[in-house]
C-alpha cells in the first residue's frame, strides 16, 4: 500500500512537496493538501503583488499540479480547529506543515498603534482580497491620507509603495477586488517616504522590483545624492554583491534626474530610523533619527532626528510565522524547529512530522526558493519512509478521511475549479482576465453552483 501525506498549507511550498512527493517512481503516494480557507495558492494569490503579472503566472504552474494523480485540494479546513494534528496521524502516514509565516512584525515604538499605522501584511492582504483582511480599516485610511510612511527597504516595501504611488489606471488589469480600485481610486497620497534604516548597499529589495519605481505615470522618484555616498563597509559590499551594485547604479542615475513634475512623489530615505510615531485621532507625524554604520554594517543612531509628515505609516519589516498547537516551534526564529525539513522536539526527530517553506526557514526567497526548499523536506520524508522509521499508520482510505470531515463544508479540487471559472467570469465582466473573490460565503457559493 502507498504512503498517505497531508500537507498542511496550498501555498508555493506546500504545492512543490504535494509536486515532489507524486512525482517520483519509488513509493505510490496520495496527498491532501489542506488550507483553511477555500481556494489554495497562499501567498502566490494573497502575497504577490497584483501588478506582477508574471510572478502571479506562477499559480498556473501550482493548478497543474491538482490535475496529477493522487493530489487532492481539501480547502477551507482548519487544522488545529476542524481537526487536531495529533488525529491527522490517524489518517496519515505523515504530515508536512507549509503554512507560511503570514503575521507582521512589530517595531515596538511609541504611536505604533495610532489609527493610520498600519502591517504591510494587512494591506497586502486588502488590496490581494484575503477574507480575513480588515477592509473597514483601508477603506477608511486611504482615502483619508496624502502623506504615507513606509518603513523597511525590502521588496514587499517596494510592492506597497508602487501600489499606493499608481493611478487606478496603471492598476486595472489586475485582479484586485473592486472595492480596492474604488479606494485606491479615491486616495489622495501624494507622498510617500520610504524609509530604510541602514545604507542603500544593505537594502533587501531587488533590482527589477526597485526599478519600477522610477517607471510609474504619475510619480516621480525622488533620492538625495548623499545617502548614496558609501562607507568602506558599504563599498566592499558593493564590491561582492551583484545585486546591490545595479540597486545602486539605479538609485545613482535618480539622484541625478530633475524632478519631472508630476502630481506624486516618491522619496527614498536612507540611514533613516523611525523613532517615534506621532498623532491624535490619527498618526500625523514620524520621528526620524539619522543613523550612521558601525564596522559591522549595523545601524546607530547619531541623535539627530527629523520629522516627516504622514497620515499612513505602514511598517513593512518583514513576515512573521506563528506556532502551530502541538507542533515544536523555535519562538526566537519564528519556525518550526526542524533539520532540513524533519521537525525536532528536544533534538529528535518527530515522526511522520515534517515542515517546508517559510515556516520551516523564516520569510526569505523568492517563489522559486519554496521548490528546492520542500524537495529537501520530502527527500526526507521518503529515506524515512524507506528505512521505515514513519510511525505505523493504521491506513485508513481517503474516503474515511473524507468521511471525519463531513460536519465540514470542505472544497475539493472541483469546488477550487468552479471558484476559478467564476473568478475569471467576474473579471471578464470588466474586462479583466480575472477578478478576486473576497467573502468565503461567495467563494463557497462559487465552490457550490
Ligand atoms: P525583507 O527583505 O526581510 O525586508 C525587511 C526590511 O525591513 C529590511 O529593509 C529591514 O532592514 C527592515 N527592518 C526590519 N526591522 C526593522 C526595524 N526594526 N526598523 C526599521 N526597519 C526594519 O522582507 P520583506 O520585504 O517582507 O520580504 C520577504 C521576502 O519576500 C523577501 O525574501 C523578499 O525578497 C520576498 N519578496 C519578493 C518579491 C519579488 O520577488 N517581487 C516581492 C515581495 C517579497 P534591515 O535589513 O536593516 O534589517
Redesign the pocket.
Known amino acids: 500500500m502507498g504512503l498517505r501525506v497531508a500537507v498542511i498549507g496550498s501555498g508555493p511550498s506546500g504545492m512543490y512537496a504535494a509536486d515532489a512527493l507524486v512525482s517520483q517512481d519509488d513509493v505510490e503516494v496520495s496527498v491532501d493538501v489542506i488550507d483553511k480557507i477555500p481556494v489554495p495558492f497562499g501567498l502566490v494569490r494573497y502575497?504577490?503583488?497584483p501588478d506582477?503579472f508574471s510572478?502571479r503566472s506562477v499559480r498556473d504552474t501550482l493548478d497543474k499540479i491538482w490535475d496529477k494523480p493522487g493530489v487532492r485540494f481539501i480547502g477551507n479546513v482548519e487544522v488545529g480547529k476542524d481537526i487536531s494534528v495529533a488525529e491527522l496521524h490517524e489518517y496519515f502516514d505523515a504530515v508536512i506543515f507549509t503554512y507560511g509565516a503570514a503575521r507582521d512584525?512589530r517595531?515596538g515604538l511609541d504611536g505604533e498603534d495610532l489609527a493610520g499605522s498600519v502591517a504591510?501584511t494587512d494591506l497586502v492582504a486588502w488590496y490581494c482580497g484575503h477574507p480575513d483582511a480588515d477592509r473597514a480599516t483601508f477603506e477608511d485610511v486611504v482615502p483619508s491620507a496624502t502623506s504615507a510612511v513606509v518603513?523597511?527597504?525590502?521588496?514587499?516595501?517596494?510592492?506597497v509603495t508602487r501600489v499606493l504611488a499608481k493611478t487606478v489606471d496603471e492598476l486595472n488589469s489586475t485582479d484586485m477586488p473592486q472595492y480596492v480600485f474604488d479606494t485606491l481610486g479615491r486616495s489622495h497620497i501624494t507622498d510617500v517616504h520610504v524609509?530604510?534604516?541602514?545604507g542603500p548597499a544593505?537594502?533587501?529589495?531587488?533590482t527589477?522590483?526597485l526599478r519600477e519605481l522610477g517607471e510609474l505615470a504619475e510619480a516621480d522618484i525622488l533620492i538625495d545624492a548623499k545617502d548614496l555616498e558609501l562607507d568602506p563597509v558599504s563599498a566592499a559590499l558593493v564590491a561582492s554583491d551583484k545585486v546591490a551594485a545595479r540597486n545602486l547604479e539605479v538609485m545613482r542615475e535618480w539622484s541625478t534626474r530633475a524632478p519631472g513634475g508630476k502630481p506624486r512623489r516618491i522619496h527614498l530615505h536612507f540611514f533613516a530610523?523611525?523613532v517615534e510615531l506621532i498623532g491624535d485621532d490619527r498618526v500625523r507625524q514620524v520621528t526620524v533619527e539619522r543613523t550612521e554604520l558601525d564596522a559591522n554594517g549595523q545601524?546607530n543612531g547619531t541623535g539627530q532626528t527629523y520629522a516627516v509628515d504622514a497620515d499612513l505609516v505602514v511598517r513593512?519589516?518583514?513576515?512573521r510565522g506563528e506556532a502551530l498547537e502541538q507542533v515544536p516551534f523555535d519562538s526566537s526564529r519564528n519556525v518550526i524547529t526542524n533539520d532540513e525539513g524533519r521537525v525536532m522536539r528536544d533534538g529528535v526527530a518527530v515522526p511522520g512530522e515534517y515542515t517546508a517553506g517559510w515556516i520551516k526557514r523564516g520569510?526569505?526567497?523568492?517563489?522559486g526558493t519554496n521548490k528546492k526548499c520542500a524537495v529537501q523536506t520530502v527527500t526526507c520524508l521518503l529515506a524515512d519512509a524507506q528505512a521505515g522509521t514513519l510511525p505505523a499508520a493504521p491506513h485508513p482510505s481517503s474516503g474515511e478521511f473524507d468521511a471525519r470531515l463531513s460536519n465540514v463544508r470542505v472544497v475539493d479540487t472541483a469546488g477550487w475549479r468552479k471558484i476559478d471559472a467564476a473568478e475569471r467570469a467576474l473579471g471578464a465582466t470588466a474586462g479583466r482576465d480575472r477578478t478576486t473573490i473576497v467573502q468565503v460565503d461567495q467563494l463557497l457559493s462559487a465552490a457550490d453552483a
Open positions: 502575497g504577490v503583488a506582477h510572478i512584525r517595531l504591510a518603513i523597511g527597504v525590502g521588496n514587499v516595501a517596494v510592492d524609509l530604510g534604516r541602514r544593505q537594502a533587501t529589495f531587488t527589477k522590483e530610523r523611525p545601524a513593512s519589516v518583514g513576515y520569510p526569505s526567497g523568492i517563489i
